[in-house]
């Protein structure tokens, strides 16, 4: 049972990064799949999550309008397109996995290992 997150990076203010989620090792088409972050000497918080199937998404208000999640089911992936970044956007990105659609940390079962986004001039 695997999450494998990656595509983290040093962006400019304004710019934009994808994100990638690999899910493998069981079926996760029943799962929710969320995102989060922790930024610097905080706590870890939802960032967005959806269905496999694309319903139930939604997003923190923090990044609701510059991120997206999107699904690619045939390669079992998530990503999440952050565009106009901002430096407290500055975090640790983790994917994880829920049975239910929730944006409680706790309700998640499987999480990746997380990659590092930095937005900085």
């Known amino acids: 049972v695997q999450l494998q997150a990656s595509g983290g990076g040093l962006v400019q203010p304004g710019g934009s990064r994808t994100l990638s989620c690999a899910a493998s090792?069981?079926?996760?088409?029943?799962?929710?799949m969320g995102w989060f972050r922790q930024p610097p000497e905080k706590g870890r918080e939802f960032v967005g999550g959806t269905y496999w199937s694309g319903r139930s998404t939604f997003y923190s208000d923090s990044v609701k309008g510059r991120f997206t999640i999107s699904r690619d089911n045939a390669r079992n992936t998530l990503r999440l397109q952050m565009n106009n970044l901002k430096p407290e956007d500055t975090a640790i990105y983790y994917c994880?996995?829920?049975?239910?659609?929730?944006?409680?940390?706790?309700?998640?079962?499987?999480w990746g290992q997380g990659t590092l986004v930095t937005v900085s001039s």
């Open positions: 994880a996995a829920s049975r239910y659609a929730t944006r409680s940390e706790g309700e998640y079962n499987y």
């Open positions: 090792g069981r079926s996760f088409s029943n799962y929710y």
